[in-house]
């Protein structure tokens, strides 16, 4: 069965970087959307960025254009997000998915178009 498996979180001060990574395994699928989403407690998970895996199109929330980046490793299975200029507010756990195949652009960040999901990997950004 698929598996979604991110890694990479931790804690970092206001500016600095990090990259997390998501192996998605057992993926019998030759293209998919790939999104990495965040939540905080007590609000909605929110999307962040996607791409499609067939042509690398990246999507991004404005929250973090300019700052995140997207990126994919196809020979091992990888999706990564560098993640430069943190902020106190990019805080939270942040998760990948995935969705076999091809879905709207407009819904690129909307996570319940996802079907696969990782359990998390957590974010702290201190002042």
């Known amino acids: 069965q698929v598996q979604v498996v991110e890694s990479g979180g931790g804690s970092v001060q206001v500016g600095g970087s990090l990259r997390l990574s998501c192996l998605v395994s057992e993926f019998p699928y030759k293209s998919a959307f790939m999104g990495w989403f965040r939540q905080v407690p007590g609000k909605e998970r929110e999307g962040v960025a996607a791409?499609?895996?067939?042509?690398?199109?990246?999507y991004y929330d404005d929250s973090v254009k300019g700052r995140f980046t997207i990126s994919q490793d196809n020979a091992k299975n990888m999706v990564y997000l560098q993640m430069d200029s943190l902020k106190p507010e990019d805080t939270a756990m942040y998760y990948c998915?995935?969705?076999?195949?091809?879905?709207?652009?407009?819904?690129?960040?909307?996570?319940?178009?996802?079907?696969?999901w990782g359990q998390g990997t957590r974010v702290t950004v201190s002042s």
């Open positions: 998915a995935a969705i076999p195949g091809r879905i709207p652009s407009r819904l690129a960040l909307s996570s319940e178009m996802y079907q696969f």
């Open positions: 791409l499609y895996t067939a042509d690398g199109a990246t």
